[in-house]
Structures are given as C-alpha cells and as structure tokens.
C-alpha cells in the first residue's frame, strides 16, 4: 500500500468485489445492488442511509427503516457476509436514564463507531420533533443506551470520529433547519464527555456543481498518513429538486477542521435505476464504510433513491491519488 492507514483493523471477510474489467471509476458498485431491498422485513417501507461496522466474526448494523405507517426508525442487524444481512422487525428501544430522552419521536440516518470500548450510535434524533443529534451507545446491538443529544435543534449528520482528537470526543455535524434544508455547510466539535460540546469549528461549505446546494459529512472517518479520509454528501438543486451525489477530502489529522485536499468531481453520483428511481429520486447517500487494514480496501453502504441499501467499492490508495490529482483546494 502506498498510503498508511492508521486505527483499523484487518477484515479479512470484507464484502468486496474486484474492480470490473475495463472500469476506471474510483469507486465501482457491486454487480448484485441492492444489497438491501426495501421489502427485506415485513414492516418495513424502505432501508437505506445505513451503517455498518465488523462485528464478533461478521458485521452488524444500525437500519433506517421507514415502516409502512411512514414512521422513521432505526433497527438493529447482523450479518456473516456484510451482504445478507437479518434485520430485527422490532425497531430499537433506547434504554435511558433521562427523562427528557425517554420519548421517541423519531430517527434516522444512523452512524455507527467503535470507540475504545464499545459501539457509539449517532444519528438524526427528533426532539419535540425537531431533528438534532442523537447519542447511544452498545456493546452487544441488542441495548443500547441513550445519553444527551449533543446539540440543539435543529442538525443532522452528526459523525463521531473514531478516537479522541486533542484528548475530546470530536463530531463533525450540519447545523440545518426544520425542512429540506436549502443549505448547509459541515462544522467539526469537541466533548470531554459526550455530552458537553464546544470548540465549534467550520470545515467546509459548499460549493460549485455537485456540492452547490449544502453538504454532509458521511461514514466515519478513515485515519490515513495524508489526513483523515471523509466521504461526504452533496447536493445540487436541479430544476427537478436536489440530486445527492458523494465524493472524499481529507482533512488534517490534528486539527481535522483544516481540510487538505476536498475533491472537485464527484465519486458516485445517481445514475443506476436504483438510485434514481423510489420514494425520493436520484439520492446517493453513503453512512457507513468497512476498512480492511490488511489490504487498504473499502465497502461503502449507501442509500439508493430514500429507497433501498447499495454497495460500492474502493481503496485507500485510490481514493487519495484520485484526491491528489482531482482536489479544489
Ligand atoms: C436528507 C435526509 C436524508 C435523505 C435526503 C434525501 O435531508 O433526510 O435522509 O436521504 O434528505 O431525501
């Protein structure tokens, strides 16, 4: 490997499929998308914005499932391959101590990180029904506790990083509004204790083409010898509505607000009939990524059209010579 990759583990069963023969992408599907139907459990509408993370000697997860009352809810899964996956029917129930935590009004788009000692869950939480940042935390994807949200209203897109930086947990997130949020920029925070939150820091706004609309931070980042490696979202308003498309930057690995390189094309954009097809049209929407420390390989879950769960593929190395060659900054 050309690039060092720092915190990871080797995962020796990663999913994994080979770039095609004749492919130039810098990240190519997987041949059998959807990984996850929509229909994969009975009450489910719709799976997707996902995470998954190694776990025991397969993977588990945490599913946006919007049920068919059209409610968004978060279900725990597991599986030996990282591509079948068992999803719970029954959606999570947090176990709290917090009276103001104690009721659900909503949740989506979940990230999941090993910190330490155990399983940190963030994701869009509905508090009085307005989406800020939600925390829990699991050692076994059966309980999950609950602690403060860490912002106010109104966020989204919180993505813990996977150690603590400068001795804090630290957050990237995308302070938002009520609605479809016409904008929205990334910003990097710290806590000593997952609770209180400070030293806000601004990382990137959006900017031309793909990334015109607003932007979010997306799976967790990767700790590479040239920065810390980010996938993240960005959307253009089309005159028929906001197409999500992904790219990279890499961020600076003390000071992770500093961004290095931040790429000018995007990666995967909607083009498959998957992506541009389903609830909500032309969404490519990566929450979680799989690393093999061994080998430098990828496998990004992303969320297909608000729809169902996709695969694609891609390597440290690639990732960052694309970057090299290919960033505005
Ligand atoms: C965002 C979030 C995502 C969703 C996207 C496209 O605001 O709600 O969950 O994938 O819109 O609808």
């Known amino acids: ?51 998954a993370v190694p776990f025991g000697d397969g993977f588990a997860g945490v599913f946006r499932v919007d049920n068919k009352a059209r409610d968004m809810e978060l279900h725990a899964g597991f599986s030996k391959d990282g591509i079948h996956w068992e999803i719970n029917n029954e959606k999570i129930v947090f176990d709290t101590d917090i009276e103001e935590m104690k009721q659900f009004y909503y949740g989506y788009d979940p990230r999941v990180v090993f910190i330490e000692d155990r399983y940190y869950l963030t994701w869009c939480n509905g508090y009085q029904y307005y989406p800020t940042i939600g925390i829990a935390w699991t050692k076994d994807f059966k309980t999950f506790h609950q602690t403060e949200n860490a912002f106010l209203p109104f966020n989204r897109n919180g993505v813990l990083f996977p150690r603590k930086i400068n001795g804090n947990f630290a957050m990237l997130s995308r302070p938002s509004d009520n609605g479809h949020t016409p904008f929205g920029d990334i910003y990097y925070s710290e806590s000593p204790d997952l609770t209180f939150w400070g030293k806000h820091r601004h990382v990137m706004k959006p900017v031309r083409g793909w990334q015109s609309t607003k932007i979010g931070a997306g799976p967790v980042p990767i700790e590479t010898s040239e920065g810390w490696l980010l996938f993240y979202h960005g959307v253009l308003t089309s005159c028929n509505g906001f197409v999500y498309s992904f790219s990279a930057a890499l961020l600076d690995r003390d000071e992770p607000w500093k961004p290095v390189k931040r790429a000018r094309d995007y990666l995967i954009s909607p083009q498959k009939i998957y992506e541009c097809v389903g609830d909500v049209p032309n969404v490519t929407f990566p929450c979680a990524n799989i690393v093999d420390a061994a080998t430098g390989r990828i496998a990004i879950y992303y ?25 505005s900054i």
């Open 1 to 51: 490997m050309k690039y060092q990759i720092f915190g990871e583990k080797e995962v020796k069963n990663i999913p994994w499929q080979d770039r095609p023969e004749g492919c130039s992408d810098v990240v190519w599907r997987y041949s059998e998308n959807p990984v996850i139907e929509r229909d994969i459990i009975p009450c489910s509408n719709s799976v997707f914005n996902s995470a």
């Open 303 to 327: 969320g297909c059209a608000d729809t169902c769960t996709g695969l694609c593929f891609t390597t440290v190395d690639d990732v960052i010579d694309f970057l090299m060659e290919n960033s």
